[in-house]
């Protein structure tokens, strides 16, 4: 049986199983019914991890084992399977959450915001800098300065751009209704339906190829690519906490923005 890497890569991600899991399974979805022996020898997966990575799969809920000798497995039917696993995620992702809360409460953390407090004491606030990598990482970093805006945010963005930071800002809003939130963008028809939702956002356009945010005159993100040109887990952004750089670009910010 051939399966393309690239197709095993996406089931691996997105299933969340190892790569040995994912060739047993595809091997099994391609002959229905099949014992460990025959799926080693269709997925080249060694024979003798072939019992164990079917037995993982059929606590996970992908196969059954099917009744009487010799041996059988069943696939699930990949509709089952799908819904199995979102189940599964979910009550993963909420016991987390149950925990994340438990751990704000507790000594843990308070140890950790005292060790957090006393290391920033040691820093110059003027050094307070770094690489976000990854465009995951980059919309955690925004979401972050998003939450904790006092007075401002000012950005500046590529269509594609305004479509992921809306994202991030929508849920936001109500928190940030006496935060000043300015928005420069390209004019593109795609952006229109999500103009809509942002209530309270005051939006022009015009020009645009830069990607930064300014916030509360005191820190900035700067995106360093082309974001048409990088793939999102190679884009970086750099964070700066500067009031004296950050009003610098604000001036400017201001000055593009009359221009509109």
Request: proline share 3%; glycine share 4%; net charge positive.
């Amino acid at each position: 049986m051939i399966v393309k890497e690239d197709f095993l890569k996406k089931l691996k991600g997105s299933f969340d199983l190892n790569i040995y899991e994912v060739k047993i399974w595809t091997a099994l979805l391609s002959k229905g019914v099949s014992s460990a022996g025959e799926l080693s020898d269709i997925s080249e997966v060694p024979r003798s991890r072939s019992y164990d990575i079917l037995e993982s799969l059929e606590k996970k809920g992908f196969v059954v084992m099917k009744l009487g000798k010799p041996i059988k497995y069943i696939a699930v039917e990949p509709k089952e399977v799908i819904e199995r696993v979102k189940r599964d995620f979910t009550l993963r992702a909420g016991e987390k959450v149950k925990m994340l809360e438990k751990v704000k409460d507790s000594n843990t953390y308070k140890e950790l915001d005292l060790l957090h407090k006393h290391g920033i004491e040691n820093i110059d606030p003027t050094s307070l800098s770094g690489a976000i990598k990854g465009r995951r990482n980059i919309n955690d970093q925004l979401d972050t300065l998003f939450r904790n805006a006092k007075e401002s945010i000012l950005i500046s963005t590529t269509a594609e751009g305004f479509l992921r930071k809306s994202e991030i800002l929508k849920p936001l809003l109500n928190k940030l209704k006496n935060v000043k939130v300015k928005i420069m963008v390209p004019k593109d028809d795609k952006i229109k339906e999500f103009v809509k939702d942002l209530k309270n956002v005051s939006i022009k356009y015009g020009d645009i190829n830069s990607r930064f945010v300014l916030v509360d005159s005191n820190e900035l993100m700067f995106m360093v690519m082309d974001d048409s040109k990088v793939h999102e887990s190679y884009d970086t952004g750099i964070w700066v906490k500067s009031p004296y750089f950050v009003k610098s670009l604000e001036n400017l910010f201001n000055l593009s923005w009359k221009g509109l």
